[in-house]
Nanobody
């Protein structure tokens, strides 16, 4: 049972990236999915999540309108499409899975995550 995330890299201000996360050993569509990020010297924070029941989505205010979470059940994968990237988006991004994701949406919510990807680094230059 694991998540493998990828797609990070170096991009200029205003650029775009799409992160991918492939699940193995279980069926992703039965779970809530999401993405966290951790910038240097900061706590890990929830960026986005998608409920398992009805695919309701949540976005942090800092990324709303720029990031889009999605899942592809046929590929057992999830994605985070990021546009209009800013230097403050620079962080290590982690995909995450659990039965529910609502508990993730508060400070310290990362402790409720059941399964993590290994992280992929996104660096946005100014």
């Amino acid at each position: 049972v694991q998540l493998v995330d990828s797609g990070g890299g170096l991009v200029q201000f205003g650029g775009s990236l799409t992160l991918s996360c492939v699940a193995s050993g279980f069926t992703l569509d039965e779970y809530a999915i999401g993405w966290f990020r951790q910038a240097p010297g900061k706590e890990r924070e929830a960026v986005s999540c998608m409920f398992a029941t009805d695919n309701t989505t949540y976005y942090a205010d800092t990324v709303k309108g720029r990031f889009t979470i999605s899942r592809d059940n046929a590929k057992n994968a999830m994605y985070l499409q990021m546009i209009s990237l800013k230097p403050e988006d620079t962080a290590l991004y982690y995909c995450a899975v659990d039965q529910v994701c609502a508990p993730w949406l508060v400070s310290g919510g990362d402790k409720y995550v059941e399964l993590w990807g290994q992280g992929t680094l996104v660096t946005v230059s100014s």
